[in-house]
């Protein structure tokens, strides 16, 4: 078994250190944020200090497949959460009946969970800090890589602190999250750089937090719905707390104006369905903005060759993903699994084998993943250009027009919406959950006859008449 530094204690470096520890792992979390987590969902949400994430207090939500891996894997955190407020809610039971056609057999397999993000973080984090075997150390930096000083290729034997103590480590683990310092600090230990994959373009995000009068369940469900050239996002959480948030491009500039709370009221009110919940919605916050995110991947095994031996990265620190599909805590608990297992197989290899073997088991698990997201990203952020420019969005091949169509259906049929949630939920590939007879074509169907855009939202004229354009 192996001495482990994780660096980072943000979700995923959580997770990864409480699944390498229950394997039998010693392994010792730095994280830079010296707050230790407050017990309460409302302490956590009002009073924890966590600088170093700056999506803290930002919608999150937890999709099928995190609370499904999760009841797998540390069925312990799942209830920390519900313990702290948190909920298991489907986007199918909270529809309308006209919507789903009732409930069936098998949708609570459909089920997220909905918790704000500080309180994920706090089930986490009391998670960590009962499992044997674990230390996680707060306001601890670290600065510096050690190395073995022998080989071609660094081979890193533990990390420097900020306070100039020597962490020693059979395995580094960066979960630094998407601004971890890694590169810098391979470069300072003699390393080639990492391969950086990165978009020019990204998403803004505009969101707004209400809360029910009494903590009641939150009045919505999790939905991401497109309009012209501007989406709405719905994220319920715990204690009668919910999020809508506007997606928009972030070259966008009229948009912009969405940081003024009596603006983006009025862009809201032409999102059908919000009339009701706004109306009876406390709101918590102002308007918070998040732009700069863009899909980017840091691989280092460049051409087969470790850049350096003895670290890995997971998570964010690997690969970051447009945040509205919800994908980013998900990705990184595969991840973390996909460590542990990478571990058990193959922890006594050579460094550099096993530098190889964790790169190929990355790409063969969640590889696809961030490139399909990524895939998403391009096609929408392209489709809202076109808006923009009032022209007709022209992709080519025809994934793009078959994603819209089976977006299309879901909202009417309820055998695509079962089928459509099954692949946002990242239980099933689009190919597995359209293997029902009769689906593929009952969905062309639907969404050659359907508009791009449902009728009842807002065109781009009237977004930007509400703007003030
Ligand atoms: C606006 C927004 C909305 C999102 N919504 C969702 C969602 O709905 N669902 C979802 O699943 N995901 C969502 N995500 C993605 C999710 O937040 C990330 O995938 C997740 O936080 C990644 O966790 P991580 O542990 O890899 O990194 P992080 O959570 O970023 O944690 C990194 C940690 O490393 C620490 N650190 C940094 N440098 C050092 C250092 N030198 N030494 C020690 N510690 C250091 C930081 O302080 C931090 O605690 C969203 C992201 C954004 C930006």
């Known amino acids: 078994m192996t001495a482990i530094a994780v660096l980072g204690a943000g979700l995923t470096g ?92 098998g949708d609570e397999q459909l089920q997220g969970m909905a918790a704000r993000r500080p309180v994920v973080e ?79 373009h990204g998403f803004a995000y505009y969101g707004r937090y209400f809360r029910t009068p009494d903590g009641a369940r939150p009045p919505v469900s999790y939905t991401f719905r497109h309009f012209e050239s501007v989406s709405l996002l719905v994220i319920p959480a715990d204690a009668g707390v919910w999020a809508w948030v506007l ?34 919605g406390v709101p918590m916050t102002d308007v918070q903005v998040m732009s700069g995110l863009q899909d980017r991947r840091r691989s280092l095994v460049v051409e087969g060759e470790p850049v350096a031996t003895g670290v890995v990265a997971v998570g964010d620190a690997w690969a970051s993903t447009n945040p509205s599909l919800g994908r980013g805590s998900t990705m990184g608990l595969a991840h973390a699994c996909i460590l542990r297992d990478v571990l058990r197989a193959a922890g006594s290899a050579a460094p550099g084998e096993f530098a190889r073997c964790f790169a190929e088991a990355t790409a063969s698990g969640i590889g696809g993943l961030f490139e399909a997201t990524r895939g998403y990203d391009r096609h929408r952020l392209a489709e809202v250009a076109a808006d923009i420019a009032g022209v007709p969005y022209r992709p ?9 169509a089976f977006d299309a259906a879901a909202q009417v049929d309820p055998d695509a919406l079962r089928a459509f949630r099954l692949v946002a939920e990242l239980l099933a590939s689009a190919e597995e959950a359209l293997a029902v007879p009769g689906l593929e074509a009952k969905i062309a169907r639907i969404g050659g006859s359907t508009p791009r855009y449902p009728v009842d939202g807002p065109s781009r004229a009237a977004l930007l008449a509400a703007l003030g354009e």
């Open 396 to 404: 080519e091949g025809d994934a793009w027009p078959r994603l819209s």
């Open 14 to 105: 959580l997770t990864t250190a409480v699944l390498l520890a229950r394997d039998g792992h010693h392994v010792t979390v730095l994280e830079r944020d010296p707050a230790e987590p407050p017990a309460t969902a409302e302490e956590q949400w009002a009073h924890w200090d966590r600088p170093g994430v700056s999506q803290f207090r930002l919608p999150h939500i937890m999709l099928a497949r995190w609370r499904a891996v999760m009841e797998h894997e540390a069925p312990d955190v799942v209830a920390e959460v519900e313990r702290l407020g948190g909920l298991r809610l489907s986007s199918v039971e909270t529809l309308p009946t006209s919507v789903t056609g009732g409930l069936r057999p």
């Open 122 to 200: 706090g089930a986490l984090a009391a998670v960590a800090a009962r499992t044997p075997r674990l230390t996680v150390r707060r306001g601890v930096t670290a600065t510096a890589l050690v190395t073995d000083g022998r080989g071609a290729v660094p081979h890193v034997t533990g990390v420097v602190t900020g306070a100039g103590e020597t962490v020693e480590a059979g395995l580094v683990v960066d979960a630094m999250g998407r601004r971890s310092a890694l590169a810098d600090l391979l470069a300072r230990a003699g390393a080639r750089q990492p391969l950086e994959e990165r978009e020019d």
């Open 247 to 280: 997606v928009v491009a972030a070259d966008d500039r009229p948009v912009r104006a969405l940081r003024e709370n009596d603006v983006w009221d009025r862009v809201l009110a032409l999102m059908p369905g919000t009339a009701e919940a706004r109306a009876s």
